[in-house]
C-alpha cells in the first residue's frame, strides 16, 4: 500500500524569504502522480503544483516548485519569495496511475506553514 | 461561478440523526469523491464515482451511503450519526489524472 509522510509538522518563514517543505512516499508502483495541496484558513483545498513520476523535469508553478527525485521517492515542495497569503497547511498527495488506478488521492500529514512578516 | 459546491457549509446535529451532504460540480468532470478531515486534519478518501458508477468505496461504515443522480452530483446520506462521524467532509471532482479539484467543504458536529 502507498503511503506518504510529512515530516514536518510545523514550520515558518519570514516574508519574501525562501521555505522547503518535505514530503516522502512509499509505492512500488512506476507510474504515479504527486501533488501538493494548500489548504488555508478557510478551510478550501486548493491545488499548488502537480507532477508526473515519468517526467524528470521537476514542475514549477510560478513562485512555487518542487524537488522529485524518484529513486529516493521523495517530493519537496519550494516557496520562494514567501507572501503572507501563503500561510496555510500544506499536503502532500500521491495518486496511482497504473492498471489500478482509481483516481484516489492518498495524503501526507499535512505542514502547517506561518509566513511572518 | 463555483466550480464544486457543496451544501450545507455547517451542520451541527444530534446523535442518532440522519443527514445529507449535497454536492455538485460544474466543470463537466467524468469523477467525483468523498473524502473525511478528521480533527487532526488527516485527509482520507470515502468514496468516488466514475459516470455515476461507484469505483471506491474504502471501508466506511454502511451508514454513510453516497448517491450520484447524475454526473454532476454526488451526494453523501449519513444514517444514525454518531460523535465519531463529526468531522470536514470534502466533495471533489476531477476528469482524467490532472488533479482534484475540492469543493468548500462542510463541517459536521455531531451532539
Known amino acids: 500500500a502507498q503511503t506518504v509522510t510529512q515530516s514536518q509538522p510545523e514550520m515558518s518563514v519570514q516574508e519574501a524569504e525562501t521555505v522547503t517543505l518535505s514530503c516522502t512516499y512509499d509505492?512500488?508502483?512506476?507510474?504515479?502522480?504527486l501533488f501538493w495541496y494548500k489548504q488555508p484558513p478557510s478551510r478550501q483545498m486548493i491545488l499548488v503544483i502537480r507532477?508526473?513520476?515519468?517526467?524528470?523535469q521537476n514542475a514549477t508553478e510560478n513562485r512555487f516548485s518542487v524537488n522529485f527525485q524518484k529513486a529516493a521517492k521523495s517530493f519537496s515542495l519550494k516557496i520562494s519569495d514567501s507572501q503572507l497569503g501563503d500561510t496555510a497547511m500544506y499536503f502532500c498527495?500521491?495518486?496511482?496511475?497504473?492498471?489500478?488506478?482509481?483516481?484516489?488521492?492518498?495524503f501526507g500529514q499535512g505542514t502547517t506553514l506561518q509566513v511572518k512578516p | 461561478d463555483t466550480a464544486v459546491s457543496q451544501t450545507p457549509k455547517y451542520l451541527v446535529t444530534q446523535m442518532g440523526n440522519d443527514k445529507s451532504i449535497k454536492c455538485e460540480q460544474n466543470l463537466g468532470h467524468d469523477t467525483m469523491y468523498w473524502y473525511k478531515q478528521d480533527s487532526k486534519k488527516f485527509l482520507k478518501i470515502m468514496f468516488s464515482y466514475n459516470n455515476k458508477e461507484l469505483i471506491i468505496n474504502e471501508t466506511v461504515p454502511n451508514r454513510f451511503s453516497p448517491k450520484s443522480p447524475d454526473k454532476a452530483h454526488l451526494n453523501l446520506h449519513i444514517n444514525s450519526l454518531e460523535l465519531g462521524d463529526s468531522a470536514v467532509y470534502f466533495c471533489?471532482?476531477?476528469?482524467?489524472?490532472?488533479?482534484?479539484?475540492f469543493g468548500p467543504g462542510t463541517r459536521l458536529t455531531v451532539l
Open positions: 507532477q508526473e513520476a515519468y517526467k524528470q
Open positions: 498527495a500521491f495518486m496511482n496511475h497504473g492498471s489500478s488506478n482509481t483516481g484516489k488521492l492518498i
Open positions: 471533489a471532482s476531477s476528469q482524467g489524472l490532472q488533479g482534484q479539484f
Open positions: 509505492t512500488s508502483e512506476n507510474n504515479y502522480y
